[in-house]
C-alpha cells in the first residue's frame, strides 16, 4: 500500500505550543501565495469571487500526514438514527437538497464502537433524552478531568429543567501502548500533540500501519491526475513530487481521502474522453451539495471577584476541559418550526488561551478607538487575572443547496499550474433559524450560572475544518457519485474514504463519522482485493 500525502511529515517531536507557528502563520497550511482558492460568496445579492492569496482570507486547514485530525479539539458526538433519514423524519424543505443515506445507523453502529477502542475516545456515557443507541455500555477510556464549571452547568440546566451531557473527546486520558495521556497543557485545539494523546489519523492509523512494513508512505507527494483506461478502472496516479517533478504510482484500487473540497477538485480535474466533465462525474454530481457545519458561537464572563474565593482559583486552573454539552434540542418541538424539526448540539468550552490572540482583541475600546499605553496594560491585566470568559457553539445541520458547492477556476492556478478550487458558500436561511433557536436556549443556561455580558452570533459563515460533501453516496448513479460502499458509481476501482460521501452531516462534528465510516469501507475494499 503506498500513500500519498500532498503536505509534510510533521513527527510528533515537531509539534510545540508555539502560537505563532501554530495559529498566526501559514505553517500547518499552505502559502496562499503558492496554492489559493477562490471563494464565491453573496454580497447584496450577486455572487462575488475573490482569491484567497488577494483577501488572505485562509480556507486551508490541516496540510500534513494525517491532516487536520492532527490538529482538532476532538469532540465527538455520534450521529442518532434520525441523522440517517432526515427526509423520511422530517420532510423536504423548499430550497434544501436533502435526502436520506442509502445505509442505516444500524449498519455504522458497530464502526463507531471501532473508532472508540481503535481510535481511542474518552469519556462517560449517561442516559439522557437524546442519547442514541449502542452495543457497549460505555467508552473505553475514562473521562479527562474537568473544570469546576462543568458542575456549574450541569446545576444550571437542571433547575432549567433538561440535562447536560459530558462530551466524549478523541484525547485519551490514560496512556496506552506507545501513546502518553494528556497532560492538559492549556493548548489543545489548533494545535498539534506533544504527548500522542490526541486521536489523529497520523498517531492512531498511519504509524500502526507503517509498523506492518505494508504501507509506504510519501510526503510532499501533490496528486493532480487520476488516469484511466478504456475498461472503466483508475490504472494510474499522477503526482508532483518535492522537485516538482511529475511522477506516477501503478495500483489496482485507489483510495481518494484529501477532504471534500480539494476531492472534488482531483476528480473534477482528472477529466478524459470517457469523463469530459470529470472522473465519476458524467452524472453532473461531483462538487455538488458540499456542506459545512452551522451554527455559531455564543459567550459570557464570570467576574473573580462575583465568586467565593475557593471557586474562583478552581475556576482559573488551566488545562483542565468543560466537556459539557446539551442534545437536549436535537430534535425540535415547537409551533415555530410547525412540528418536529432538526435541532443540534450545543458544546461549552472556555475561550481559547492563545495570550496573542486575546490580547489583541483588546486593543479596542467600546467606542471603537484604539487603546495603548497604561490604559491598555490595566485592561490586559484584568482580562487575564479578573475573569474568565465561558463560550458556547451551536452544531446544526448545513442544508446542501444548489448554492455550495465546488468548480474549478478558469483562471487562478496553483504552483504548479493547475486550477484551484472555486467553492461557493451559500447556506439555507432555515441553518440560521435553527442556531438562533439553540443559542437563545444556551444563553438562558449563562444566565442561570451567573455569567455576565452574555451575547451570541448564528452566521452562515461556512467553517473550513468542519467540510463534507461534493461526493455524495446514494443508490441512484443518476444523483450521486458513490455507491453505498462509497465506490464511484462509474469507476470499478475508485473509493473515496473522506467525509465526501455525506449527504448530510448531522448535527455534530463529522470526524468521527469519517473514521466510521473509513473502518466500514475498508472492510469492503478488502473484500474488493481478495477478488482481483
Known sequence: MVVLEKGPWLK???????????????????????????????????WIARSTYETGNDFWNGNMIGGSSNLMSGY?????????RLLSVYGPIEGANVVD???????????????????????RVINHSTLEPRSTPDFPYPPLAENIVSKWIDKATRSLGYQSVPVPRAILSHSDGKRNSCYYSNFCGSYGCSSDAKSSSRVALIDKALETGNCTLLPNAKVYYLETNNQGKVVRVWYYDMEGERQF????????????????????????????????????????????????????QFYLDDLPPDD?????VPGVFVNRAIQHWYEIDDPAFDGKAKGGTVDFLFEHPNAIGRAIRRKWDEN???????????????????????KFEVFVDWLPTNDCFVTLDSQVKDKWGDPVARIRTGYHPHDIKVGEYLAEK???????????????SISGAPPPNLQAGGCRFGDDPATSVLDKNCKAHEVK???????????????????WTIYANAFRVAEKIKEHAARM
Open 12 to 46: 510528533t517531536k515537531d509539534f510545540d505550543k508555539d502560537e505563532i507557528v501554530a495559529t498566526r502563520r501559514s505553517v500547518y497550511t499552505p502559502n496562499l501565495k503558492d496554492e489559493p482558492q477562490v471563494l464565491e460568496r453573496l454580497e447584496d445579492g450577486e
Open 76 to 84: 465527538f458526538h455520534r450521529m442518532k438514527p434520525n441523522d440517517f
Open 101 to 123: 443515506w442509502p445505509i442505516a445507523y444500524w449498519e455504522m453502529e458497530p464502526f463507531f464502537t471501532k473508532v472508540e477502542t481503535e481510535v481511542g475516545v474518552s469519556g
Open 249 to 300: 504510482i501503478e495500483a489496482g484500487i485507489f483510495v481518494v481521502a484529501a477532504q471534500a473540497v480539494e476531492t472534488s477538485r482531483l476528480l473534477l480535474m482528472s477529466r478524459n474522453p470517457d469523463f469530459p466533465n470529470g472522473l465519476a462525474n458524467n452524472s453532473g454530481q461531483v462538487g455538488k451539495n458540499i456542506i459545512f457545519s452551522a451554527g455559531g458561537l455564543g459567550q459570557g
Open 312 to 316: 474562583a482559583v478552581q475556576l482559573m
Open 368 to 390: 471603537g478607538n484604539l487603546k495603548y499605553g497604561c490604559a491598555l496594560k490595566k485592561d490586559l491585566k484584568e482580562y487575564f487575572t479578573k475573569q474568565r470568559k465561558l
Open 442 to 456: 444556551a444563553e438562558k443556561v449563562l444566565e442561570k450560572m451567573g455569567v455576565k455580558n452574555i451575547r451570541s
Open 493 to 511: 476501482n475508485l473509493y473515496v474514504t473522506d467525509g465526501s460521501f455525506m449527504p448530510t452531516g448531522g448535527s455534530v462534528t463529522y470526524t
